[in-house]
């Protein structure tokens, strides 16, 4: 799952801050917590620092619900 971060500006284009790539086996291991991923720059492993000069992070919650194994037979 890869989340794309944008700026947001009034005037002009909104621009790409970062993204956060969460492979789907780390959605499969965790329950309903708040988990924090760090912000890259795009395509690559550079860190986006923040004003405050701190590594940003994307905080992520989410649910995983399990789907009856007959709901994938047609």
Not at 7 to 20: P, Y
Not at 47 to 68: F, M, R, W, Y
Request: charge should be negative.
């Amino acid at each position: 799952v890869v989340f794309t971060i944008f700026d947001w500006d009034r005037m002009g284009d909104d621009e790409v801050i970062g993204e956060v790539r969460i492979p789907v086996n780390d959605f499969r291991s965790r329950t309903t917590e708040d988990v924090a991923f760090p912000v890259h720059k795009v395509n690559t492993d550079i860190p986006v620092i923040g004003k405050d000069k701190q590594e940003s992070n994307l905080t992520v919650s989410c649910q995983l619900h399990a789907l009856p194994y007959t709901y994938f037979h047609l």
